[in-house]
């Protein structure tokens, strides 16, 4: 059975940074793309950012510039460097592996609190 683990998250103050890992562990094969979403509270998930396979990554505006995907395929696990941290990014943050079955892993999440 997959599953995907989060850490990284923290408390931290406007201005800092962070960086979250997404490991997989079990035997994962044909991951199409690794992302990163996050739910503040009140509001819907949305997506922050992806990597795909060949190595393209995509961001939401609110986020372009600040945070930075990245991925090991060897270890199957994607990170999420988080620089000038906002406390409009304070969330729960998820990963996601995207296969190329269709088939779809979420982590379970890991809290990101930025403070003013």
């Known amino acids: 059975q997959v599953q995907l683990v989060e850490s990284g998250g923290g408390l931290v103050q406007a201005g800092d940074s962070l960086r979250l890992s997404c490991a997989a562990s079990g035997t994962i094969f044909g991951i199409n793309a690794m992302g990163w979403y996050r739910q503040a509270p009140g509001k819907q998930r949305e997506l922050v950012a992806t990597?795909?396979?060949?190595?393209?990554?995509d961001y939401a505006d609110s986020v372009n510039g600040r945070f930075t995907i990245s991925r090991d395929n060897a270890k199957n696990t994607v990170y999420l460097q988080m620089n000038s941290l906002k406390p409009e990014d304070t969330a729960v943050y998820y990963c996601?592996?995207?296969?190329?079955?269709?088939?779809?892993?979420w982590g379970k999440g890991t809290l990101v609190t930025v403070s003013s």
């Open positions: 990597i795909i396979s060949g190595g393209s990554t």
């Open positions: 996601n592996f995207k296969l190329r079955n269709s088939k779809n892993y």
